[in-house]
C-alpha cells in the first residue's frame, strides 16, 4: 500500500474536484493507487473533473512551424524551469529555430533529432549552449511533424505557447483547418475516431458506469442499457469525429467535414507541461523542518 501523504490527497483534489476528506477515504479504500482513486470518486458521482489533462506545471513553450506551401509542417514542446525565461527572446528564437530544423530534416525520433547537425554542431550541443547563456535547464521534450502530398498541414497556438495543435486535414481550406484546429484546442479530443480508443480504456469506463449505475439505485435489468447510452456520451467526450463543433454545437466535426468535403488524417495537440510534475516548494515545512533539525 503507497503512503498516502498529504501531496498525495491534494493531486487527486486538484484533478477531480473532490473534497478533501473524500479523497482521503478514496485513497484509503484503495491503497494509494491515485487512479483507482479517481475511478472511485467517480462512481460514487463526487468526481467534479472525470477528464481533466495532467497537471500543468512545466514551463516552456510549445511552437509550431509550417512551411510555405502548408505541405510541411512541425508542432514543438520544449521546456525550462520559469515562465520568465520561457518569455525571453532568446528562448522564443531557440523553440522557433528547432521547429523549422525539424521540417527541414525528418528526425525519426527525439534521440535523432538531438543527433542531428545545426549549424554546424549537434541540437544536443546548441540546447546545452543555450542552458549556459540562459541559465536554466531546457529540454526538447516532444514533437510531430506532418508532410502530405494531398492535402495540407495547419497550426494553431493558443495562449502565447501554451497549447499547440498540428492538423493533417485531407480537402476542404486553410479557413476550415485553423476553426477544426482552434476546436482541438478547446475540446481537448484524446481519439479522433472511436476505432482508435483501447480497449482497456473503453472496458474501464464501462465498468465505471456500470458502477455509477448501481450507486444511484438502477435496477440490474436497464443498467446494460444505461451503460450503452453513455458510452456514446463517452465517445462525444473523447473521439474527435463525435465532438460537437464549439462554433456551431449543432453540428459534429464530422457533419461539419461532410458539408466541407474534407477529412481530417490525424492531429496532434500539445499542452504545455501536461503530466509533468514540478517541485513545490512549502517554505513553512522548510522552515519547521530546519527547526527541528
Do not use: W
Amino acid at each position: 500500500m503507497a503512503e498516502i501523504t498529504a501531496g498525495l490527497v491534494k493531486e487527486l483534489r486538484e484533478r477531480t474536484g473532490a473534497g478533501m476528506m473524500d479523497c482521503k477515504k478514496a485513497l484509503t479504500s484503495c491503497e494509494g493507487d491515485i487512479e483507482k482513486a479517481i475511478d472511485f470518486l467517480r462512481e460514487k458521482g463526487l468526481s467534479q473533473a472525470a477528464k481533466k489533462a495532467g497537471r500543468i506545471a512545466a514551463e516552456g513553450l510549445v511552437s509550431s512551424c509550417i512551411n510555405a506551401e502548408g505541405t510541411v509542417g512541425a508542432l514543438v514542446e520544449v521546456n525550462c524551469e520559469t515562465d520568465f525565461v520561457a518569455k525571453t527572446d532568446d528562448f522564443k528564437a531557440l523553440v522557433d529555430s528547432i521547429a523549422n530544423h525539424i521540417i527541414k530534416t525528418n528526425p525519426s525520433d527525439l534521440e535523432t533529432l538531438l543527433a542531428s547537425e545545426f549549424d554546424g554542431k549537434t541540437v544536443a550541443d546548441t540546447v546545452t549552449a543555450s542552458i549556459a547563456k540562459i541559465g536554466e535547464n531546457i529540454s526538447i521534450r516532444r514533437f510531430t511533424r506532418y508532410e502530405v502530398a494531398d492535402g495540407s498541414v495547419v497550426s494553431y497556438i493558443h495562449g502565447g505557447g501554451k497549447i499547440g495543435v498540428l492538423l493533417n486535414l485531407k480537402g476542404g481550406n486553410p479557413e476550415l483547418g485553423r476553426d477544426i484546429a482552434m476546436h482541438i484546442a478547446a475540446a481537448n479530443p484524446l481519439y479522433l475516431t472511436r476505432e482508435e480508443v483501447p480497449t482497456t480504456d473503453l472496458d474501464r469506463e464501462k465498468e465505471v458506469l456500470a458502477e455509477q449505475a448501481k450507486n444511484e439505485g438502477k435496477p440490474e435489468a436497464i443498467i446494460e442499457k444505461m451503460v450503452v447510452g453513455r458510452i456514446q456520451k463517452f465517445y462525444k467526450e473523447v473521439c474527435l469525429i463525435d465532438q460537437e463543433y464549439v462554433k456551431d454545437p449543432d453540428q459534429s466535426i464530422s457533419k461539419l467535414l461532410q458539408a466541407n468535403n474534407a477529412e481530417i488524417v490525424a492531429f496532434a495537440r500539445y499542452q504545455l507541461g501536461e503530466g509533468i510534475e514540478k517541485k513545490q516548494d512549502n517554505f513553512a515545512e522548510e522552515v519547521m523542518s530546519f527547526v527541528k533539525q
